[in-house]
Antibody, heavy 122, light 107 residues
């Protein structure tokens, strides 16, 4: 069974940093692109970032470009999101998700982790 | 960026009724559109991809259609577990974008 377990969320002050992790199991991590999607409280879904299988290609939403960095450790089956210069509008549940198909990125997401809440507030 | 507009915002139906959800794109997607279901307190779940392909384990009462700029998700006969919020998502162009969602609730 595919499992994705996010961690690292919490309360951080504006301008601060946080590093999210997503531990993957139940599939060949090195064969799939991975994605971060966020959801502000009571709002819809917003795509954040995608990383290719090797980590050599990364893509970002304009809202986080230059502040967030996605990476992966294929030896530990773990995806990361380094978030710097955090703003109040970054407050959201952050989900990691596996790409639907091997190779890619194919850019459909299945399945998703349960999410980790990031709150940016003073 | 490609804007996805979902309608209606809310759909109030009873179990057994047919649900028809719409997603309209600001430019052509070919068929590069997915649908997700999200229940309260849960992560989204992939239902359909490439407009009309059901994801693994998705019941046959869910179907998707459309191409270009107009897409439809149909639930042929609502089950109690189908109530929730439905999102469309495009992969035609960066940045990837989601629609604002349609809430299907109980009448």
């Amino acid at each position: 069974e595919v499992q994705l377990l996010e961690s690292g969320g919490g309360l951080v002050q504006p301008g601060g940093s946080l590093r999210l992790s997503c531990a993957a199991s139940g599939f060949t991590f090195t064969s799939y692109a991975m994605t971060w999607v966020r959801q502000a409280p009571g709002k819809g879904l917003e795509w954040v970032s995608v990383i290719s299988i090797s980590g050599g290609n990364t893509y970002y939403a304009d809202s986080v470009k230059g502040r967030f960095t996605v990476s992966r450790d294929n030896s530990k089956n773990t995806l990361f999101l380094q978030m710097n210069s955090l703003r109040a509008e970054d407050t959201a549940v952050y989900y990691c998700a596996k790409d639907l198909l091997e190779g890619g990125p194919y850019n459909y997401f299945d399945p998703w982790g349960q999410g980790t809440l990031v709150t940016v507030s003073s | 960026e490609i804007v996805l507009t979902q309608s209606p915002a809310t759909l109030s139906l009873s179990p057994g009724e047919r649900a028809t959800l719409s997603c309209r794109a600001s430019q052509s997607l070919n068929v590069y559109l997915a649908w997700y279901q999200q229940k309260p307190g849960q992560a989204p779940r992939l239902l359909m991809y490439d407009a009309s392909n059901r994801a693994t384990g998705i019941p046959a009462r869910f179907s998707g259609s459309g191409s270009g700029t107009d897409f439809t998700l149909t639930i042929s006969s609502l089950e109690p577990e189908d109530f929730g919020v439905y999102y469309c998502q495009q992969r035609k162009k960066w940045p990837l974008t989601f629609g604002g969602g349609t809430k299907v609730d109980s009448k």
